[in-house]
């Protein structure tokens, strides 16, 4: 049997390939995607805890619905933010918003 | 068991292949369809540890909304066969550094924990009810481990969030610009 730590090394990694496109994406939408992954790495740790450790339980499950649905509601908002964007300065990238830089 | 073994390194490594790809490929269009082949291989992930109810949810919830609004926004702003601009090469150098200082750091601590949960999952004495209907009547419940309040909750969560997208995308009015 796969013991806990392997999945929490799997979510760890997935964790951090999220972190790396966060850093150096500069397009709007990925960087969303990013976001994505790291929220998904969160979800396979609440998981495997619940699984694991508590497997007469269901938190963990809860927490990972509660996590998926705040989730699309983010993406869906994020996305409406981007559109809006894109429409009043014909640009997604993060380094072209710069109009209230000081 | 070894059957079930290597279904978790094949899926693992199917999830950390398409999740590198997606957060680093030029094509922006490609890095969506990576990202779907990421959340479907972490939906196997859940089925493999037999939490159906959640597989389920993560492919109609991610597979099936998330992506393909994101994917619609990707068509609604920008030439999809195009490159993106690579990433600049200090910045690229700098996170891959601090990428990997996290991860080593962090599995430094999981291995410090690593006795802690030795304990054999799937023992017999401790069954679980991980059906649907339960899945429901947890969540409805207002006694002690009851989510009905959370539910009603992100209920009110969703809907602010559908006027807040209907607010933000109204094309404002041509004489205001």
Same mark, same amino acid.
């Given at each position: ?9 799997? /979510? ?9 496109? @966060? ?13 994505? #992954?790291?929220?998904? !790495? ?10 694991? *450790?508590?497997?007469?339980? *269901?938190?963990?499950?809860?927490? /990972? ?38 | ?14 999830? *950390? ?13 490609? !890095?969506?369809?990576?990202? @779907? ?7 196997? @992930?859940?089925?493999? #540890? ?20 994101? %994917? ?22 700098? /996170? ?38 339960? %899945?429901?009547?947890?969540?409805? !419940? ?12 992100? /209920? ?5 969030? *559908? ?8 094309? !404002? ?5």
């Amino acid at each position: 049997m796969i013991p806990l730590n392997y999945i929490l090394f799997l /979510s760890t990694a997935l964790f951090f390939i999220g972190m790396y496109g @966060l850093f150096t994406r500069r397009n709007m939408i990925t960087m969303l995607m990013s976001v994505e #992954l790291i929220l998904n !790495s969160v979800n396979i740790n609440f998981i495997a805890f619940n699984k694991y *450790l508590y497997p007469e339980k *269901l938190e963990g499950l809860f927490f /990972s619905l509660f996590i998926i649905a705040i989730a699309a509601a983010e993406a869906a908002v994020a996305i409406a933010i981007i559109i809006n964007l894109y429409r009043n300065i014909r640009s997604i990238d993060v380094e072209a918003a710069d109009d209230m830089k000081f | 068991m070894i059957g079930s073994e290597l279904v978790f390194y094949i899926l693992s490594a199917f999830i *950390l292949v398409t999740g590198g790809l997606a957060v680093t490929t030029r094509k922006i269009f490609r !890095s969506a369809i990576w990202l @779907l082949f990421c959340l479907t291989g972490i939906a196997g @992930l859940y089925f493999w #540890l037999g939490m159906l109810f959640i597989a389920a949810v993560q492919i109609v919830v991610y597979v099936g909304g998330i992506v393909v609004l994101i %994917i619609f926004s990707i068509f609604l702003t920008q030439q999809s066969g195009k490159d993106l601009p690579p990433p600049v090469r200090s910045r690229a150098i700098l /996170s891959v550094l601090a990428v990997c200082i996290g991860f080593v750091l962090t599995c430094i601590i999981l291995n410090q924990y690593s006795h802690f949960h030795s304990q054999a999952p799937y023992s017999g004495k401790r069954e679980f009810d991980m059906s649907i209907s339960a %899945i429901g009547s947890q969540m409805l !419940s207002t006694t002690e481990h009851g989510y009905a309040l959370p539910f009603e909750v992100i /209920s009110i969560l969703l809907l602010a969030a *559908l006027i807040a997208c209907i607010v933000l995308a109204i094309r !404002s009015k041509p004489e205001e610009k």
